[in-house]
């Protein structure tokens, strides 16, 4: 009679973290107690479906299995037994988890069917359920609770609890773009809840250069390290304790409302971090992750745009401009924009802009009114200099978001300014709309799915090296450049 | 096509859960959303292709047919053939396992479903965290209370 065995259990970390150990078809030898040894036969990758492990067990039995079936998207592992020196016969076992989406755990299914010579049904049950699957549970969670799941193979704990050595950028005192200065520092491995990244490419934003200006001191303290930058991407060196999802070697991306990113290895938290799609560049992801992010919110959260919205858009060249002109054409709205000259004209056009207005002196009213009869939202980074005019351009009812403020701060609006056209006005920050690793995560793919279909074009990347920051802050204010701006680390 | 997906572990065995959430006419028995529920033209509620008749705590008003029922993988599947949630092609499926290890069980709630893109975040969150985890929150607290 064939025997089942079923045994499941609930695993106290997220299931990145567990499909990670038992999705390696090797790795029993390091987390099992009952495995003394485990190897892949003929050299093969544990994860290529058809490879032989074969196994010495701690009792000295030895066991060769076959991988059948590998599943990411289930989170599932088939195999069977093709030679043992136990008689377990037709032995077929499966590995399955599910994650449990109210509390960030893992459900881990473990079962297997089998026949054995008479008599020894009970004694073979037995093994299986207690032996391997029971005890197994308790190893995994041991292994994870020590964190050996973290450390790669054949490696010591080394480095990870050592200070790193780091190049950074730091803002001696609030002002111009020369008080940029790189120096040497040093890294402290990752505390509680942290990751410790190496930086590849690091984002260059507007708030990079009002926090250097000083406009927002709460924000970067020049009492503290003075290093600006709120996103990076790169890799994950290691991990502090109480740190699920995340595992050294994982491709990241992260944004978060404390700045440092000018650096080229970090400590942040790791509710900042999203993982990277392998289609994504390090690049790409440091021009794109904070611009893409306050694009999707502005567009889907704040806006509201949808099919027939007329959109202003100021600055439509810039790294953010060109993803809203593009992503908002793509919900069938229709996209006007402002930029300083005929070369930006021409590339925001290419990105979906469809009626561009050419201005140097902050005029555009006019021409947003003789267009389409005013906008329905306004998405503005130029500040003080286009306050009256983005009243006058605005529909009534319209919604004036003042995301930046390049030409200066806004002076105090009279709310009564805003009632001849019952005009709402939003002045949003995007740390606010991705405030949890999960909304973070949700906006980021959105992101890349965008930028996969087509939605959002790539726009131009202008690189620096990180030593030249400062020549990235004096190329960003000067008005000349197109798209997004990186420093390359 | 929206995909949905929640899960739980509820403090009680397969067994027992089952027992409370298998009648497919019994919504307003445990969930707190739903009002009351017929089963059209007075058919058994285990008799798979059923339509349940049933109104929400906010008076919408949804029909949903039972596409298959397994009281061996402890699973019920059905499709919603009228509502005005503004959804189309709607399957969802409702389902426990057990845990081996402790009196207590798996419980997983998914759907798919098509919607207008301007919707989806509403939609998801009103039956990803409205209908399905607003459920299982009621079923744990049922659970823990005894």
Redesign the interface.
Known sequence: MLQRIVRSTIIDAPIERVWAVLRDFNSHEQWHAVVERSRIEGGEKSDRVGCVRAFTLKDGNRIREQLLTLDEREHKSTYCIVEATVPLQRYVATVTLKPVTDGGRTFWHWESTFATPPGMERELREMVAQGVYEAGFENLRRHLRTGNDLQARGTTPMPTALPLPSRRVVLRRYGGPEQLVAEDAETPAPRDGEVRIQQRAIGVNFIDVYLRRGWIPAMLPLAVAGVPGMEAAGSVLDVGPNVGGLLPGDRVAYLGPVAGAYCSVRCVPADWVVHLPAAVEDETAAALLLKGVTADYLLRDLGRVGPGTRLLVHAAAGGVGLLVCAWARRLGARVMGTVSSEEKARVAREHGCEHVIVTRDYRFADAVQRHAGGADVVIDGLGDAARDENIAALARRGHWVSLGQASGPLAAIDPDALLAKSLTFSRPVVFDYVATRAALAERADRVWAALADGSLKLPPIERHALAAAASAHERLESRRTVGALVLVA | MIRI?????IDASADTVWSRIRDFNGLPQWHPAITDSRIENGGASDRVGCIRHFHTRDGGMIRERLLALSDYEYSCSYEIIESAMGVENYVATLKL??????N?C?A?WSAEFDCAE?RE?ELTSTIGDGVF?GG?DALKRHFSRR
Do not use: H
């Open positions: 997906y929640v899960s739980t572990v396992m057990p845990v081996t290890d402790g207590r798996f997983e301007a975040r985890q299982f």
